[in-house]
C-alpha cells in the first residue's frame, strides 16, 4: 500500500466506498497534470488554518483509526492503535492525553504507570519520545508532510473532472492504484485518500473552521517525563 493508503504513521479503514461519477465541467484544475495537481494541493493543505481527518487502516487486528482536528499549532481528537484508545490535545508544545488502565499498559508497559494515570488526562512535551508520533498527527503541516515528500514522481495519471459525493474533484492515481481526491473546484485541498481494495480510506474537511478541543485542565505530569 502507497504512502497515502498507508498515511506515514496512521492510516483510515474506510466504512463505505467512494463512487464516483463521470466527466463534469471545466474547473480550474482540470488540464494540469498529475504533478501540478500534487503541488497545488500540498501548498493549500499547509496554508489552510486547520481541517479534520477521519478514518481507519489495517486488517483484522491490526487497524488503526483517528479522528482528528489539526492546525499548524496542534489539536486533538481520539487515536487507536491495536490494543489501546486515547484522546489527544496538543498545545502550546504539550501533549495532554487521556485514556483506560488497559490502554496505558499497551502504551507504556508499566503496570503501576498504567493504575496511577487510567483516566485522567495527563501532560508531557510534544519532544517526549512515546508520544511525539501521536502529537505529530495533530500538527497540520506535518501531517500534511507524510503524504507529499516525492509523491509528484509516482503520479502515473490525473482523472478529468469527476463527482464525489456532489463535490467535484480531480482523481490521482499511483502504479499501485491508491488513489487521492483533490478539490476541482477552490483550493484544491485533499477531500478523500482512497487505497486500491476501496476498504482504506482517508476523509478530510472543515477546511479552515475545525473545531480543536480545548486545553485539559488539572492535566497532571506523565510519571518520570
Not at 509528484?152 to 478529468?160: N, R, V
Not at 480531480?170 to 488513489?179: A, G, H, M, R
Amino acid at each position: 500500500m502507497s504512502r497515502w493508503a498507508s498515511g506515514g504513521r496512521l492510516g483510515v479503514v474506510a466504512l463505505l466506498a467512494v463512487p464516483f461519477a463521470n466527466v463534469a465541467r471545466p474547473a480550474p484544475e482540470q488540464g494540469k497534470n498529475a504533478s501540478q495537481v500534487i503541488a497545488g494541493s500540498e501548498t493549500a493543505m499547509k496554508d489552510v488554518r486547520s481541517f479534520e481527518v477521519v478514518g481507519a487502516v489495517g486488517g483484522k487486528g491490526t487497524a488503526s483509526s483517528f479522528s482528528l482536528s489539526l492546525s499548524a499549532t496542534g489539536g486533538g481528537g481520539e487515536i487507536s492503535v491495536p490494543g489501546a484508545t486515547l484522546e489527544i490535545v496538543v498545545a502550546g508544545g504539550m501533549a495532554y492525553i487521556k485514556a483506560g488502565e488497559a490502554s496505558w499498559l499497551k502504551l507504556t508497559g508499566s503496570q503501576a504507570t498504567a493504575q496511577t494515570v487510567a483516566n485522567h488526562w495527563i501532560k508531557a512535551p510534544v519532544t517526549n519520545s512515546d508520544f511525539s508520533s501521536f502529537a505529530d498527527l495533530t500538527i497540520s503541516t506535518d501531517f500534511v508532510t507524510e503524504f507529499f515528500p516525492g509523491a509528484g514522481t509516482h503520479m502515473s495519471k490525473a482523472s478529468d473532472v469527476v463527482t464525489v459525493h456532489s463535490k467535484k474533484t480531480i482523481v490521482l492515481t499511483d502504479p499501485e492504484e491508491d488513489s487521492l481526491y483533490v478539490a476541482a473546484i477552490g483550493p484544491p485541498y485533499m477531500l478523500y485518500i482512497q487505497g486500491k481494495n476501496l476498504e482504506d480510506l482517508l476523509t478530510f474537511s472543515h477546511f479552515g473552521d475545525a473545531q480543536l478541543p480545548a486545553v485539559p485542565k488539572n492535566a497532571i505530569a506523565l510519571p518520570g517525563s
